[in-house]
């Protein structure tokens, strides 16, 4: 499935400074730490703000025209029948996750392919989401099921309380569509499990006695049989509690199954080991390489940084594979599958039977190559495929060389094709109708330059012909951070509410993201931050002076690391926007390492805690820059309840602050939910609707 514009849970924002009270008004400006009970995430008088601040946001913006209407459309949208079912192969079937109307917490379905390319497919419910949730009395949000190769009968079905990050893990019969009886079953938590064998899983956990790492990951893996309790499972591995975290997995394959361990020092540094019985083995591989897939007896690698080895140079983002058997043998051999070019980069890997799929971007423009073994050599080839939208790879099949593409751009429907390996050749098996009106739009590419000089490309979707008046309302959307890449996708949502209203959307390919690979991403790490907002900055200058928009016309958007984007830009430049839409945010930068999961970003931020990078980070820390004598727009934080990725003090303090400087803020967070993403459709279609009835308001 194509990464989406990400749109978090529910939101909202309230009126200046009607809910905060005089008192906390008048000490904030003496001390910043006067906010800190706000970071009491489920205290009573947190919560009281909060559903003072929720009221006051409705109160504003549920009582519009735009929004009524824009809901309405909205739930039809994400409910429709049209909508192109994504899918999952195993064993023969199709498997989707589909929530509508009838379905709100969602289904997980199964169907055949002959079944799928029907106009009305019939669908095999096999695991009913809100069956489960209104006999257990607990919201459960689904986030996927391993199921146990080859047969795929056998799943580990995993369970979000809320949408939260923790998960709870059962174990799932799908020919008895029943959950099993004393089966493997873990309590929510941070947690990963995967299978070894039908009676043995490997899992790590909060198996508490100091099971966890700083960062609040588990540090310990074990191997569990079936049988037998959880806390009498063999210890494997343990890292330590400095580390992030540690997990394993079993990479199946026709010649040799393996086992590897993956402890992760830091974000960007990791130690792989290969498993065998009580030896492990640490692979000879630099430790910011990431291990993508395994097949053909060989693990294929991806390099984040140049790398010399046995004589040879591999290139920095290069996709290098070494035989298994070479490596256990002490005498590790390394062969070059691809490399990148100063425009093409690497996105991901996948396999098939007996091929390799190499998924590319090139100038932001997507590809897929296939490799197929000929002699002791892989030799490519590209897919033939349209390079004006995205191209994903949906679904593989480990006993096949078929396999699935989704394709889709900001104007052309999702549709899914299917690769047959006898032909050599796409066939197109199922397509979502037009969900809003695309006649008289158009994408194009441009390139901005960047303070230091940098090209800077950047996709704007709008009318045909638009006047070039400067008052076009249009919407920014960037995030820059962790190498993920922001392509074009298709949204019946932002197509109805904006394109469609001549509204322009913009979608920014800023440093820290990965359009262009390793290097793109490091550019803008740590003490570089600044490039990526330089890149937004010079973005939304190139609208301007291409007079497709001005400042009074100009709003941006950005989640999670996307929120602290558009916060600190706002900061820095807020001569350049009339609407900003922070979701889930990033803000408070000297304290972001001590919430939930903050400590395990900083080989992406950088430490607060060292003197000199607090230096750096304070001078962007959106919660530290607030200037008390700007009178700033009114703009729209967002956040959730139970994030607990993200913490909500970020997002609450700030409008706090912000308000008690006497600014307008809107703010809105979502009771329900976790970080990413809403619990249910309704939820999904309010918030929306309440995004865009604020851009409307703002943008006109």
């Known amino acids: ?103 709100k917490h969602g289904i997980y379905r199964r169907t055949t392919l002959s079944e799928y390319k029907k106009a009305q497919p019939q669908w095999e419910t096999v695991f009913d989401v809100d069956k489960l949730s209104k ?17 795929y009968e056998r799943c ?67 191997l569990w049989q079936r049988g037998t309790k959880l806390n009498s499972a063999k210890t494997l591995f343990e890292t330590e509690k400095s580390s992030l975290g540690t997990s394993i997995a079993r990479f199946n394959d026709k010649q040799q199954n393996i086992d590897i361990v993956q402890e992760a020092i830091s974000y960007y540094s ?26 053909n007896n060989q693990l294929f690698i991806r390099l984040k940084s140049d790398w010399a080895v046995n004589g040879q140079q591999f290139r920095q983002g290069s996709i290098i594979y070494v035989p298994i058997d070479s490596i256990t043998s002490g005498n590790a051999s390394y062969h070059l599958l691809i490399e990148p070019t100063d425009t093409l980069s690497i996105t991901a890997v996948n396999t ?39 191209v994903t790879i949906a679904s593989t099949n480990a006993n096949s060389d078929d396999f699935y593409i989704n394709y889709s751009s900001y104007l052309s429907p999702n549709s899914l094709y299917k690769f047959s390996a006898q032909t050599e050749a796409l066939g197109l098996i199922k397509s979502e109708k037009d969900l809003f009106n695309s006649q008289g739009l158009e994408t194009k590419q441009y390139w901005a330059t960047s303070k230091d000089g940098t090209k800077v490309p950047y996709f704007v979707s709008m009318k045909k012909g638009l006047k070039l008046n400067g008052q076009n309302p249009t919407l920014m959307y960037g995030y820059g951070g962790f190498e993920l890449s922001v392509t074009p996708y298709y949204s019946s949502i932002m ?51 291409r007079k497709i928009t001005s400042p009074a016309h100009l709003g941006i958007e950005g989640q999670s690391n996307g929120g602290l984007l558009v916060a600190a830009t706002l900061l820095r430049r807020p001569d350049l ?85 006497g600014n307008n803020v809107y703010y809105y967070e979502n009771l329900k939910g976790g970080h990413a993403d809403s619990t249910d459709n309704v939820q999904r279609a309010e918030a929306y609707a309440l995004i865009y009835s604020y851009l409307w308001q703002q943008l006109l």
């Open 495 to 545: 197509g109805s509410n904006w394109l469609e209203k001549g509204g322009v959307f913009v979608a920014a390919n800023i440093r820290g993201g990965g359009e262009f690979g390793p290097s793109w991403h490091k550019a803008a790490l740590t003490t570089n931050r600044h490039k990526a907002f330089e890149d937004f900055e010079a973005i939304a200058e190139d609208l301007i002076s």
């Open 270 to 295: 990791t130690n792989y080991y290969l498993l065998e019985g009580a030896k492990k083995s640490l692979l000879p591989i630099p430790k910011d390489a990431t291990v993508t897939t395994y097949t």
């Open 156 to 222: 580990l079905i995993s369970l979000s309380p809320g949408g939260s990050d923790a998960i709870e893990i059962r174990e799932f019969d799908i020919p008895t569509k029943q959950f099993v009886e004393n089966g493997f079953q873990i309590s929510a938590a941070k947690s990963h499990i995967s299978w070894r064998d039908m009676d043995s899983v490997f899992v790590t956990t909060d198996f508490g006695n100091d099971s966890m790492t700083y960062a609040g990951y588990p540090r310990i893996v074990k």
């Open 135 to 151: 006999s257990d009395g607990v919201t459960w949000v689904f986030r996927g099921a391993n199921c146990l190769y080859p047969k």
């Open 352 to 390: 098939t039977k007996s091929t390799i799929l190499v998924s590319v971007l090139d100038n932001v423009k997507s590809q897929i190559i296939r490799f197929k073994k000929m002699g002791a050599k892989w030799v490519s080839e590209p897919i033939d495929t349209d390079s004006t939208g995205t």
């Open 1 to 103: 499935m194509k990464r989406k514009l990400i749109l978090p849970l529910m939101f909202f924002v309230a009126s200046a400074n009607a809910n905060v009270s005089p008192t906390v008004q008048q000490s904030e400006q003496k001390n910043d730490d006067s906010y800190l009970w706000l970071e009491d995430t489920h205290g009573k008088e947190a919560l009281d703000w909060v559903n003072q601040q929720n009221k006051s946001t409705f109160s504003d913006l549920k009582n519009t025209t735009i929004y009524k209407h824009s809901f309405t459309k909205n739930l039809e949208l994400i409910n429709s029948d049209d909508r192109l079912p994504y899918i999952n192969e195993r064993a023969g079937y199709l498997y989707n996750f589909w929530q509508d109307n009838t379905h």
């Open 577 to 661: 926007y009339k609407a900003v839409v922070s979701q889930s945010p990033l803000l408070d930068m000297k304290r972001y390492s001590k919430l939930l999961a903050g400590i395990s970003w900083t080989a992406e931020y950088g430490n607060p805690e060292q003197p000199e990078m607090w230096d750096y980070l304070k001078t962007y820390s959106p919660f530290h820059n607030v200037d008390p004598q700007i009178a700033y727009p009114k703009i729209l934080i967002t956040a959730s309840t139970n994030d607990d990725r993200v913490h909500p003090g970020h997002a609450r303090r700030m409008v706090a602050k912000l308000q008690g400087l």
